[in-house]
């Protein structure tokens, strides 16, 4: 199992040879800028990324959302970890 990191952006962690979009992780809301205004060429990736992570957690047994999941919250707390050092 390879230690979860997160993109420069905070908008994809990766491990395990995988990449899930970090829910709560980017610095803008691209859902708002799709509905609101025009959404970037970005904001598009980003989206399409969070439409087939949902259909793959749905799709997927529960040991393995379970797997996913975790690892995701570890992604984005190691990040908050390195944010609060000095």
């Known amino acids: ?3 979860p990191r997160v993109s420069p ?3 994809y962690a990766f491990f395990d040879q995988m990449t899930w ?3 709560c992780g980017a610095s803008h809301d691209p859902a708002w800028r799709a509905v609101y205004a025009t959404p ?3 904001d598009l990736t980003y989206l399409a990324s969070v439409y ?3 259909t793959a957690l ?3 047994p529960q040991r393995k959302r ?5 690892r995701v919250r570890d992604a984005m707390c ?3 970890r390195a944010k609060a050092r000095p």
């Open 58 to 60: 749905i799709c997927d």
């Open 52 to 54: 087939h992570a949902y």
């Open 1 to 3: 199992m390879s230690a």
């Open 40 to 42: 970037t060429r970005s």
């Open 66 to 70: 379970a797997r996913v999941v975790r």
């Open 9 to 11: 952006d905070g908008k």
């Open 78 to 80: 190691a990040v908050e």
């Open 21 to 23: 979009p970090v829910p």
